[in-house]
């Protein structure tokens, strides 16, 4: 690690398959969880790469998933399929799940899978870039253990329950779309904990509504379901906090009601008599063949077009540019790759457990 925090690129990525593989995971596996995981990283979102391998070590360990990845097809057609994941690692689920929907598009035009029993999957838009990197559009949703209140609650009944959406563009980077349906989401509070920071107020209130800021006690309450995300637009219906709401609830529906999954208050990960158990989460993968409709040249420029009109919309004041889904990715990877990836003083005490406890060497220079 250099002296302001950051480690290389190529030794997070190799550090976590090691971390897999230590766990049990095939290595082809370990490495489809680490691609998703140092793509999180590359593209600056903090809250789903490495800071969030120990989550992932810490759930295999304790037994609730599976180190090795077992898909089960249910149910297929020439271009729908129903998996079920049987607590696997969630990015390999979603990755040949993904992989599944896009040979079916390739061939009639649209695939779509629908998930039971996975895991956490890391970051929605690695799947359906996916798909835009191979000149298809891609949307890749899942639902989460609850932790938004609906609109006129303060109850958590719904995950953060992110969508995301790409499609190939003229540019240098396709247009991706990858955000939660709440206003933040516990990865992020999780990364205010780390660094010992505040969070906004807006982004959780606890069961009387009232606003809370510390990340170490949002957590604490969010795990006994005494604090709740706000949805994406806020509290009531002023700033239509109810989209958010509504934009949820249809992820849930797309996770749960295609596939005979689990929703809601069953993702909690908790058995009757409160024991651990499987967090039972659902996804759903739709790809499109743009050649099926358009030729391929045809759809990308279009996209690029409606790209470059929105950049060089009228600033605000005191605003330079205007940027698109995917642009501040597309540069925050090549800052990353050439600076090193951030790492604080928290995270790598969480490095230097699972080194230790798996005896991995070769990483005392680093952490």
């Known amino acids: 690690m250099d002296e302001n925090g950051y480690l290389p690129v190529d030794v997070v990525h ?11 995971t095939p290595a082809e596996e370990a490495r489809i969880c680490a691609d998703v995981l140092i793509a999180s990283d590359l593209q600056g979102i903090e809250s789903h790469g490495i800071g969030r391998l120990k989550y992932y070590y810490d759930r295999i360990k304790a037994g ?3 180190a090795k990845t077992e898909i089960e097809i249910v149910q297929e057609t020439e271009t729908t399929a129903v998996i079920d994941g049987h607590h696997g690692m969630g990015h390999v689920i979603a990755y040949r799940s993904m992989r599944l929907a896009m040979d079916k598009a390739r061939r009639y035009g649209l695939g779509a899978v629908a998930v039971r029993n996975s895991t956490h999957f890391g970051i929605a838009g690695y799947y359906a870039r996916m ?7 891609g949307l890749a949703v899942t639902n989460a253990r609850p932790s938004v209140a609906p609109t006129f609650s303060t109850e958590p009944m719904l995950g953060t329950n992110p969508i995301a959406f790409a499609a190939p563009s003229d540019m240098e980077y396709p247009f991706c779309f990858d955000g939660a349906t709440s206003i933040s989401q516990r990865g992020k509070i999780e990364v205010a904990a780390r660094a010992e920071k505040e969070v906004p107020e807006g982004w959780v209130v606890d069961a009387e509504g009232r606003p809370l800021t510390d990340p170490v006690r949002i957590l604490e309450d969010l795990s006994q379901a005494r604090a709740a995300l706000l949805p994406l637009g806020g509290e009531g219906e002023l700033l239509a906090g109810y989209k958010g709401y509504a934009l949820a609830t249809m992820v849930e529906i797309l996770s749960a009601s295609l596939c005979g999954g689990a929703f809601m208050k069953d993702l909690l990960g908790v058995g009757p008599n409160g024991s651990r158990r499987p967090f039972m989460l659902g996804h759903f993968f739709l790809a499109i063949d743009i050649e099926h409709f358009i030729p391929l040249e045809v759809s990308r420029r279009i996209t690029g077009e409606i790209m470059r009109a929105l950049q060089a919309s009228r600033k605000a004041p005191g605003c330079k540019r205007v940027y698109v889904a995917g642009e ?16 604080n ?17 070769g990483y005392e220079a680093f952490f």
Request: hydrophobic share 45%.
């Open 131 to 137: 798909a835009a990197q191979e000149g298809m559009m």
């Open 14 to 24: 190799r550090f976590m398959i090691q971390v897999f593989e230590g766990l049990g």
């Open 64 to 66: 609730v998933q599976s």
């Open 345 to 361: 003083r928290n995270l790598r005490r969480e490095l230097q457990i699972m080194r230790d406890e798996l005896a991995i060497p």
């Open 328 to 343: 501040k990715e597309y540069e925050t990877e090549r800052l990353i790759r050439a600076r090193g990836i951030p790492v």
